[in-house]
């Protein structure tokens, strides 16, 4: 047995605490007071505690436990003159003692611990670490926000890798950014990847010397897609970070194939705005080459000059699209257009685990194989949970590239709401003001959960910035790509949604938000926003940064809070959900698949193909029975219903409520803004008004209680007459019906819907009808919105016209088609 005996000098007495094998907590807990004797100091009293009740003991037991002792250790404090009293004592008993250092916050709690250099400094002192995360725990506990159980671990880690409690303290209210301390982990990259010589691949020599003028070789996973089939017709699924490459091995497959004579390629992504860039691209980088650029993006028939310089004839060697606009081509029966396909890329494959529109990128690619057997297919994506699973799916081989192209840095920062805008100032500063050893300056995304926000947190930067999102339009959209990718802009905020979409070269990510709209983002969305932090062709490394709050939610059914889920996305992994679909969903693959063939094994095949496809034969019957699809024997074909159905993208509750508005005899504007209302529109100046008012007024006009708000009580006379004006003016023409539940009855979504349609049909742009309600009413709403609603407009009136030419109802079929030419711009 290991016996110590700790003492520690107090203003009159001192504290003893016997230690039996090296323990933390001592046997008993003792006082000793010295008295002066003719010999020198001698104990002259001692009392020892045990369960609070204490005892005096003989002064000679103390001695006895001096002598027993292994070890008899002094507490270096602020007593020097009794110190010196107790070691003179123990001289004239002949023993010996020490100084040490021990951790005064145990000693208060009747425990000992030593301390050393690499203790943790708490203010001025050294403390053990089991002290220092008590003090910590209880600064987080008094704390202004009620922390996590993760973030309190999480700050434990750093107080025990910073061993500085204040520094770690820091964390909490950060007026700067303690990078070292901010930093939760490096991403490594793995430059030691073998790589092949592009002069060493069995290309097309013309394509060969473009991309030599580039590189002299292929990236590591281009090498790998090589070395596993890519020139050879191997489909693949390459499954690789951002900036990795993965688009260039699309393009040595179907660029190759183009100027060998052996196929166009079809090149589809999710979102208008990422068709748009590719065009540009290709165009660019290859009609030199002699290669022809075109792109499909739906059915968008909103004339613009944009719209009208764009190539979107189907007989040109690369056809760009979106997956909605490329699918048009099928269901329509137009596929034979589309001529001898080589090669189909399918970037952003990962989105067929998308809620939405998983079924239809499904059907498109079942359709594809159909119509195009011998093309290759190769899928992209930087975030795929269940890479072999997929890669078994849809009958590819798997490359799969786990490195990064340069190093990225990811940081937490715990902040409060009204600090983050200091937070991103200082950020976006600092990385613009450094430049990459490629001579690029560092430039900033920064991620928030609404397009309100974008503008907001856009506004409030005190550099040149843009906020990004869908609701811009295209020209807009573009306007800031092409300042960004010059260096122009220090920083773009945008949202959550468009992660996944435009190639930003950017050097830093910020999460302002870990949201959504208000739901919290996914491991896979995370991981594609994260992505965009450093290019290789720019930077060095990347850098992200998660502005985390305490206690945050969105809404009171969310049971974690933005602290949690910043570090569950930081040490997550993704969880594969699986593809299905439900009945609607099943049924309108199934009717679009009808387009394609008369014959029902065919359609069964075609089916059979889906990753989440089920129960053919009983929606198969299902559509027979509502009259979509005929059949006679083993042929089989859609009705005049069932077309219009599958080229209109409808579900089957949606083609019958066309109809039955059709028979009904109802005009067709009453039907488009019934089937979907447009209610993306904010009031102007919402801010002013709460602040009149000093109510929180949502800025939605269509959203909650903001109606009620404004019409309760005296509130409307608390505004200036301007504003007054304008909300009567808003009643006056949208809020002026008699139904019992008014204003929350639709009404007046249906009749806002039905004057911008009317506004637009009169030959108004969609600017001009923003302008015109936001001096009209006080409201306004993104164009780029306003025309996304206007195209879903004409592919329903569309959609009118062919189901009252059906059943022979020639004047809703002649209003709908004027109506239709007017909303184009065709009139």
Not at 361 to 370: A, E, F, M, T, V
Not at 760 to 785: C, F, M, S
Request: charged share 25%; net charge neutral.
């Amino acid at each position: 047995m290991t016996l110590w005996t700790v003492v520690s000098a107090q203003k009159s007495k001192f504290k003893v605490m016997p230690i039996k094998n090296k323990k933390k907590v001592p046997i008993f807990l003792g006082e000793l007071i010295l008295g002066n004797t003719s010999a020198g100091p001698r104990p002259h009293k001692f009392k020892v505690y045990k369960e609070g009740k204490g005892e005096y003991r003989s002064p000679e037991e103390f001695v006895d436990l001096l002598r027993m002792s292994n070890r008899i250790m002094v507490v270096n404090g602020e007593y020097d003159e009794q110190e010196s009293d107790f070691f003179e004592m123990l001289k004239g008993y002949q023993l010996k003692g020490e100084y040490v250092n021990a951790c005064r916050h145990c000693l208060l709690k009747n425990r000992f611990n030593f301390v050393n250099k690499k203790s943790i400094r708490y203010h001025n002192e050294l403390i053990c670490e089991d002290c220092a995360k008590g003090e910590l725990e209880n600064a987080l506990n008094n704390a202004q926000y009620r922390y996590s159980e993760e973030a309190i671990e999480h700050l434990k880690q750093l107080l025990i890798k910073t061993r500085d409690f204040d520094r770690t303290l820091g964390m909490l209210n950060p007026e700067t950014i303690d990078s070292d301390l901010t930093r939760y982990d490096t991403i490594e990259s793995n430059p030691d990847v073998s790589t092949i010589k592009i002069d060493d691949i069995p290309i097309n020599k013309k394509f060969k010397q473009h991309l030599q003028k580039k590189s002299e070789y292929l990236l590591p996973v281009q090498s790998l897609s090589v070395q596993k089939g890519l020139l050879d017709g191997n489909n693949q699924l390459v499954m690789s970070a951002t900036a990795t490459g993965k688009t260039l091995i699309g393009e040595l497959a179907g660029i190759n194939n183009v100027l060998n004579k052996r196929g166009k390629m079809l090149f589809l992504v999710p979102l208008v705005a990422l068709a748009n860039q590719k065009y540009d691209q290709f165009t660019k980088n290859y009609s030199h080459l002699g290669i022809k650029t075109s792109i499909r993006v739906g059915s968008s028939r909103i004339k613009t000059s944009k719209t009208a310089s764009m190539r979107t004839t189907l007989d040109s060697d690369i056809i760009v699209g979106t997956y909605e606009g490329l699918d048009y081509v099928l269901r329509t029966g137009d596929a034979d257009k589309l001529g001898n396909i080589g090669t189909v890329v399918i970037d952003e494959v990962h989105m067929l685990e998308d809620a939405e529109r998983g079924h239809r990128i499904d059907g498109l690619i079942s359709r594809l194989k159909y119509t195009v057997p011998e093309a290759q297919f190769i899928y992209l994506s930087a975030t795929v949970a269940n890479p072999e699973w997929f890669s078994q799916k849809l009958g590819a081989y798997l490359v799969e590239y786990e490195y990064r192209p340069v190093p990225i840095e990811r940081h937490l920062v715990f902040s409060d709401d009204s600090k983050k805008v200091n937070l991103i100032t200082k950020l976006v500063k600092d990385e613009y003001s450094q430049y990459s050893s490629k001579g690029y300056r560092g430039q900033s995304i920064i991620f928030t959960n609404s397009r309100k926000n974008c503008h907001r947190i856009s506004d409030a930067l005190p550099m040149s910035s843009a906020a990004y999102h869908a609701g811009l339009t295209g020209y807009e959209r573009k306007k800031i790509e092409n300042k960004f990718q010059n260096g122009e802009l220090p920083a773009v905020v945008t949202t959550a949604a468009l992660a996944a979409g435009v190639d930003f070269p950017a050097s830093q990510v910020i999460f302002e938000s870990l949201a959504m709209g208000i739901d919290w983002i996914t491991m896979q969305e995370f991981l594609q926003m994260l992505g965009r932090a450093g290019r290789p062709d720019y930077h060095d490394r990347g850098t992200v940064v998660l502005l985390a709050t305490p206690d945050k939610n969105y809404t009171g059914e969310q049971k974690l809070t933005e602290d949690e889920v910043a570090i569950q996305l930081l040490k997550g992994e993704m969880e594969h959900t699986g593809v299905e679909y439900g009945e609607d969903e099943n049924m309108e693959e199934i009717l679009a698949s009808s387009a394609l063939t008369t014959s029902k094994s065919d359609l069964k095949a075609i089916h059979n193909k889906f990753i989440g496809g089920y129960g053919f034969s009983q929606f198969f019957n299902q559509l027979k029975k509502y009259k979509f699809i005929n059949q006679k024997g083993e042929k089989i074909y859609l009705t005049k219903f069932g077309k219009i159905a599958a080229r209109h993208f409808l579900s089957v509750t949606k083609a019958f409520l066309i109809r039955d508005a059709v028979l009904a005899g109802t005009e067709p504007i009453n039907i488009v803004t019934n089937l979907e209302f447009f209610d993306s529109v904010y009031f102007k100046h919402a801010s002013r008004i709460s602040r009149t008012l000093k109510v929180n007024l949502p800025a939605r006009v269509f959203q909650g209680g903001t109606i009620d708000i404004l019409f309760e009580g005296e509130n409307l006379s608390k505004l200036d007459e301007s504003l007054q004006d304008q909300i009567y003016e808003f009643a006056e023409d949208f809020l002026t019906c008699n139904c019992k539940d008014s204003p929350y009855c639709g009404c007046p979504e249906h009749k806002f819907s039905s004057k911008l349609i009317s506004l637009r049909a009169e030959g108004n742009d969609p600017e001009e009808i923003i302008k015109q309600l936001e001096i009209r009413y006080g409201i306004t709403a993104y164009v780029g919105d306003l025309y996304d609603y206007l195209d879903d407009v004409i592919r329903n009136l569309d959609a009118v016209e062919q189901m009252a030419k059906a059943y022979s109802k020639k004047d809703i079929a002649k209003n709908a088609y004027t109506l239709k030419r007017n909303v184009e711009g065709s009139g």
